[in-house]
C-alpha cells in the first residue's frame, strides 16, 4: 500500500497525526505540499507569512529528505494537484490534518471528492488541537458556547483516567510503520523561489523571525525559562512575557500536544496560565467548527442590528487607526507595531480592537479584516473570536458596558512608557506623567519637551468619555429592540 501525506499547517515532521496514521497502514508514504493559488493569489506581493510559509517548507522538505524521503511541492489548485498527484504515485490514500476554517472545508471536501472518482480515499485527522468536535460537551452533551465552562470540562477530560493519550506525541519513526519515500524522478520539482510564487522578500529576516522547526525550538527554548514567570508579566508589552509562538502554532512548525503537555506537566501557576490561553485556542477552532457563521456575522445574532458608524468620517478614522495616528498612544504604538512587525501583543489587541469598535464605533469586521491582512500569526479562529469578545458580539460573559479606557490601560500596562516610546518616537521626550494623554501638557510643558499637539502628534480622533455614551447607546438600542 502507498499513501500520500498532504501537508498544510502542519509543517513538521515529528508529532504529526497524519504521517504518524500513514506511516502506520502504508509500506511506502509520498509527501506533498501545495502552493494554493487560491489562498495566494489575492494576496499582496510582499507578505510576511509567504516569507515564513516558504522558508518552513524548505525546512521541511530538507528534514523528509534526510530521512530517505521528500516533499513534493506544486504551485496550483489542491483539488486538482492532490488527485492528480496521487494518481500518478499509485497512493491509495491521502492523509491530512483536518482544519477547521469552512474555505478549508469546502476545499478538503472538493479534494475528497475529486480523490474519491479515481478511487482514492481521503482521511483527515486531528492534529492541530488537544480536542475537537464532540471530546468537550457540556453534561446535556452540547458544545459550549462561553469560556470558563470550556476550559473547565477541558481540563477535567485531560484529568480523567487515560486522559494524557490526548498529549501523547504521534511518533513518525518506528519498526512498526513504512518508509518515507523519496519522490519519482518524474513528478519532482525543485522547491519554487519566492520570487517564483510571485513574491517579494519583506523584512522577516529583521525581525529575527526564523521560520520553521529550528525556529520553533529557538522561542521554545528561549520561553521555557520565562514560563513561571508567565502570569505576572504577560499583559506588559513592554516587557518580555509571552512565548511569540503564535506563528509557530499557526504553521504547525511544533506541536500543540508537546506545548500543552508541557505546560500540563509543569503546573506552576505561569504554566497554569499559559495552558489557559492554549485552551482559548481550542476554543475558538471549537466555535468556527460549530458556528461557522460567526465568519462574517455576529456570534450573538442580536448584535448583527447594531448601527455601526459608516458616514464619511469613519472611513477617515479607520485610516487614522490602521496607521497608528489615533492620537491615543498605546493604542498607535499597538497598531504601529502590527504595522511594522507583524505581531500585536495579546494585550494590545484587545485595547485596540476595543478602541476601534467602542471608541469609533466602527464595525469589527473591519478591524478583523485589517488583523488578517497584517498579522503573521493570523487565524481566523482566533482572530474572529478575539475581535468579537472585544466588540462584545461574541463569546464573553462580559456585558457589553465593559469598556476599555485607553488611557487608563495605558497607565496600567505600559506605566513608564517603555513600549509607547518604543514605536511612538515622536513622543520620546514627554514625561510619563503626560504620555498616556498628552493632549493633557499645558503649552508650557509642550514647548519644554518639544511636543507640539496637533503638530508632532494628532490630537485625540475622538473624546472617550462621549465616545462611550454613544456606544452605550448603540448597544441600547439593539437590546430594547430585543
Ligand atoms: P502567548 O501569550 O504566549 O500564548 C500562547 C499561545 O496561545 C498563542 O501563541 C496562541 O496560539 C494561543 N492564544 C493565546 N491567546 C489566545 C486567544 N485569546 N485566542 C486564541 N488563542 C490564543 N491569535 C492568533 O494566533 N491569531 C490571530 O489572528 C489572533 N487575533 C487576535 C485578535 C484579537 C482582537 C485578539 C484580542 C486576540 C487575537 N489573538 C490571535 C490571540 C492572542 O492575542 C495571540 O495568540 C497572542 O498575542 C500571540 O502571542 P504569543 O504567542 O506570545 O501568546
Given at each position: 500500500e502507498i499513501a500520500l501525506v498532504w501537508f498544510r499547517r502542519?509543517?513538521?515532521?515529528?508529532?504529526h497525526a497524519a504521517l504518524y496514521h500513514a506511516l502506520k497502514s502504508a509500506r511506502r508514504v509520498f509527501c506533498v505540499f501545495v502552493f494554493d493559488r487560491d489562498i495566494l493569489?489575492?494576496?499582496?506581493?510582499?507578505?510576511r507569512r509567504v516569507e515564513f510559509l516558504h522558508g518552513s517548507i524548505g525546512e521541511l522538505a530538507g528534514a523528509l529528505r534526510a530521512r530517505g524521503g521528500g516533499l513534493i511541492v506544486r504551485h496550483g489548485r489542491p483539488h486538482e494537484e492532490i488527485p492528480r498527484l496521487a494518481v500518478a504515485l499509485g497512493a491509495g490514500t491521502v492523509f491530512a490534518n483536518r482544519d477547521y476554517e469552512p474555505a478549508a472545508i469546502t476545499r478538503d471536501e472538493l479534494v475528497a471528492q475529486a480523490l474519491a472518482e479515481s478511487g482514492v480515499a481521503f482521511r483527515a485527522t486531528k492534529d492541530q488541537a488537544v480536542f475537537d468536535g464532540d471530546e468537550v460537551l457540556t453534561q446535556g452533551g452540547a458544545p459550549f458556547s462561553v469560556f470558563t465552562p470550556y476550559k473547565n470540562a477541558w481540563l477535567k477530560r485531560l484529568a480523567?483516567?487515560?486522559?494524557d493519550f490526548y498529549l501523547r506525541p504521534y511518533p513518525?519513526?518506528?519498526?512498526a510503520f513504512g518508509t518515507l519515500a523519496a519522490p519519482p524522478a518524474d513528478l519532482d520539482q525543485p522547491l519554487p523561489s519566492l520570487a517564483d510564487l510571485g513574491f517579494a522578500p519583506t523584512n522577516l529576516a529583521d525581525l529575527k523571525v526564523l521560520p520553521g522547526m529550528a525556529g520553533a525550538r529557538a522561542r521554545l527554548a528561549d520561553f521555557l525559562p520565562r514560563l513561571a514567570r508567565y502570569k505576572a508579566l504577560?499583559?506588559?508589552?513592554?516587557?518580555?512575557?509571552?512565548?511569540?509562538l503564535s506563528v509557530h502554532l499557526r504553521f504547525g512548525t511544533l506541536s500543540i500536544r508537546e506545548l500543552a503537555g508541557l505546560a500540563w506537566r509543569d503546573g506552576s501557576e505561569g504554566a497554569q496560565a499559559w495552558l489557559n490561553e492554549l485552551i482559548w485556542r481550542d476554543f475558538y477552532f471549537m466555535i468556527l467548527a460549530r458556528h461557522p457563521r460567526v465568519v462574517g456575522a455576529?456570534?450573538?445574532?442580536?448584535?448583527?442590528a447594531l448601527a455601526w458608524d459608516e458616514g464619511p468620517d469613519a472611513d477617515e478614522r479607520f485610516a487614522a487607526w490602521c496607521a497608528g495616528r489615533t492620537g491615543y498612544p498605546l493604542v498607535d504604538a499597538a497598531q504601529r507595531q502590527l504595522n511594522q512587525t507583524g505581531y500585536m501583543h495579546n494585550r494590545l489587541r484587545m485595547v485596540s480592537a476595543s478602541f476601534l469598535t467602542k471608541?469609533?464605533?466602527?464595525?469589527?469586521r473591519r478591524g478583523e479584516a485589517y488583523f488578517a491582512e497584517q498579522?503573521?500569526?493570523?487565524d481566523l479562529a482566533a482572530n474572529n473570536g478575539g475581535w468579537q469578545w472585544a466588540a462584545s458580539?461574541?463569546?464573553?460573559?462580559?456585558?457589553?458596558?465593559?469598556?476599555?479606557n485607553p488611557v487608563t490601560q495605558s497607565e496600567k500596562f505600559d506605566p513608564e512608557g517603555h513600549f509607547i516610546r518604543r514605536y511612538?518616537?515622536?513622543?520620546?521626550?514627554?514625561?510619563a506623567k503626560y504620555?498616556?494623554?498628552?493632549?493633557?501638557?499645558?503649552p508650557l510643558v509642550q514647548e519644554a519637551c518639544e511636543v507640539k499637539i496637533g503638530r508632532d502628534y494628532p490630537a485625540p480622533v475622538v473624546d472617550h468619555a462621549s465616545a462611550r455614551e454613544t456606544t452605550l447607546a448603540r448597544f441600547a438600542a439593539v437590546k430594547g429592540a430585543a
Open positions: 502542519d509543517l513538521r515532521d515529528y508529532d493569489d489575492p494576496l499582496p506581493r510582499q507578505d480523567a483516567p487515560g486522559g513518525t519513526e518506528g519498526a504577560r499583559d506588559f508589552p513592554g516587557v518580555k512575557g509571552v512565548s511569540y455576529c456570534f450573538r445574532p442580536e448584535y448583527d471608541d469609533l464605533g466602527i464595525d469589527w498579522l503573521i500569526d493570523f458580539t461574541g463569546c464573553d460573559a462580559q456585558p457589553y458596558f465593559r469598556i476599555f511612538v518616537p515622536e513622543l520620546a521626550t514627554v514625561p504620555l498616556h494623554a498628552p493632549w493633557t501638557m499645558g
